[in-house]
């Protein structure tokens, strides 16, 4: 198939190419050349697909009232939103993905409907991608302690009615799955859904929630086997105080002792990780992805992005579900990022061509999709068409479109996804799946099933006081 376009930005140090025509056979680019642009084509502007490389694939939270609450309250409030059906949740969050321009977006599964064996779910959602027609990286998220707090749950129990406490404790004091049986469950996961398009991963939800003994057998099986590894690290003011309380020699050191760190290792957020510690993981190889409006969301503060890639740290961008206007922009995620970390003064932390790029690069390293992103001969044929002359509205004198876009852009402007050589979005819509209508029985099957958790909202107040009142108690102690 030829695809004509009056701007393209390969992704290297080419620059902005006038005038070309990109072809591309069965998913593969087979041909970049210069071409007269039709009279009558509308002007675009091709780019690399886009990637989120941090995701859970959820409800928007705060459509269940989780709003303008720190992380460690926001967590149980969620609980609210668990989905209610494992495709249609998972290929909405797909459809928003692949309408923002992603080819690859990561899925860091944290919540399992629990209306259906738990390999079946996983199928469910490898169902939905394969309908949306975007690459996904699958990690099934695991935890073994600390289900409430970062600590001993009981002072926060205690202060609940015991009907409350009941309803709390059902809900997340649960017997945790065994190293070994995780490792069994990520086999049989890669086993159902693993493809050229999926890429299964293990998914440590946190150093908070997980043991030595699970992070030690994750590193080891990830040596092992080469598969990749999820994580999120020092997302919180609270996780910091943890960290430093149980690993007094260092967090991030115990991982680079026990072989976690290393190329296969992506960690979400490290907002709150130190220069030695950032250092530790730009060594090693291994990525960090920042999240800049799901950490304004919840409060939990400015991830040193800047100076983790003056270190030499790989950087990713990630929506996390909760982009600025929850509408999953990842473009006005990676402009929020790029304003806020690309330099101060006159001295830059990048160019707005080379953050996209890096972006782009490592997004896709994270998740498993293959090549760098870079549009070039013999590479995946993933890609993004933009509408130019949406783009250069009122353009007076002559300006880089990536300029541009780092200016003023957002999803509105994307006029095609191409992944893997297949059409998936155009025209802000996505083609495999019918998302105003997945959307519209979302939220019907939510509004039925409200009053399942009438009991937890009844709960709520208390529940969040005790919390707030343990986690500062955390912070006094240390």
């Not at 599964?109 to 991608?129: F, N, Q």
């Not at 996961?189 to 992070?215: E, F, N, T, Y």
């Not at 190329?263 to 291994?286: F, K, Q, V, W």
């Not at 994270?366 to 549009?375: K, R």
Request: net charge negative; aromatic share 6%; hydrophobic share 45%.
């Amino acid at each position: 198939m030829n695809v004509t376009a009056t701007r393209l930005f390969s992704g290297s140090d080419q620059g902005i190419r006038k005038n070309v025509m990109l072809r591309h056979v069965d998913g593969v680019i087979t041909e970049i050349s210069e071409a007269a642009r039709p009279e009558a084509a509308p002007r675009s502007l091709i780019l690399p697909a886009f990637i989120n490389a941090h995701d859970h694939a959820r409800p928007r939270a705060s459509s269940f009232g989780a709003v303008g609450m720190p992380l460690e309250s926001w967590i149980l409030r969620t609980v609210v939103g668990t989905p209610v059906d494992p495709y249609l949740t998972a290929a909405s969050a797909l459809a928003r993905a692949a309408q923002a321009g992603c080819a690859a977006m990561m899925v860091h599964y944290t919540r399992p409907s629990g209306t259906m064996p738990l390999l079946d779910e996983v199928k469910a959602i490898g169902r939905a991608a394969g309908d949306v027609g975007i690459r996904i990286a699958f990690a099934m998220a695991v935890r073994d302690q600390n289900p409430i707090v970062y600590g001993d749950s009981e002072p926060v129990l205690a202060g609940l009615a015991s009907d409350e406490r009941k309803t709390i404790e059902e809900l997340f004091v649960r017997t945790p799955m065994s190293p070994k049986a995780y490792i069994e469950l990520t086999d049989a996961i890669a086993a159902a859904i693993g493809g050229p398009k999926v890429d299964v991963q293990l998914g440590p939800a946190g150093v908070q929630w997980c043991s030595k003994p699970l992070l030690e057998a994750v590193a080891e099986n990830s040596a092992q086997t080469g598969r990749r590894v999820h994580m999120h690290l020092l997302e919180t003011i609270y996780q910091r105080a943890w960290a430093d309380e149980r690993f007094p020699g260092g967090i991030v050191r115990y991982l680079r002792d026990i072989g976690l760190l290393s190329e296969r290792l992506t960690l979400a957020h490290c907002i709150h990780a130190r220069p030695d510690e950032i250092e530790m993981i730009a060594a090693s190889g291994a990525r960090i992805v920042t999240n800049f409006s799901s950490n304004l969301h919840l409060r939990s503060g400015l991830a040193p992005i800047a100076a983790a890639h003056a270190c030499g740290c790989a950087i990713a961008v990630g929506v996390d579900g909760l982009a600025l206007d929850e509408d999953d922009d990842v473009l006005r995620e990676m402009r929020l990022v790029q304003m806020m970390h690309g330099g101060l003064g006159f001295k830059r932390s990048w160019t707005p061509q080379e953050f996209f790029a890096l972006a782009i690069r490592n997004g896709r390293r994270a998740t498993g999709a293959p090549g760098t992103g870079e549009l070039a001969v013999g590479a995946p044929a993933d890609f993004v068409s933009i509408d130019l002359d949406r783009l250069e509205r009122d353009q007076i004198v002559d300006a880089d479109p990536l300029d541009l876009l780092f200016a003023r852009g957002n999803a509105s402007l994307l006029s095609e996804l191409v992944v893997d050589g297949r059409t998936v979005a155009k025209a802000g819509r996505c083609l495999g799946v019918d998302l105003p209508a997945i959307e519209q029985e979302l939220r019907g099957i939510h509004r039925a099933s409200a009053a399942t958790y009438a009991h937890v909202l009844r709960a709520w107040p208390r529940l969040s006081h005790r919390l707030q009142g343990w986690f500062e108690a955390q912070l006094t102690c240390n």
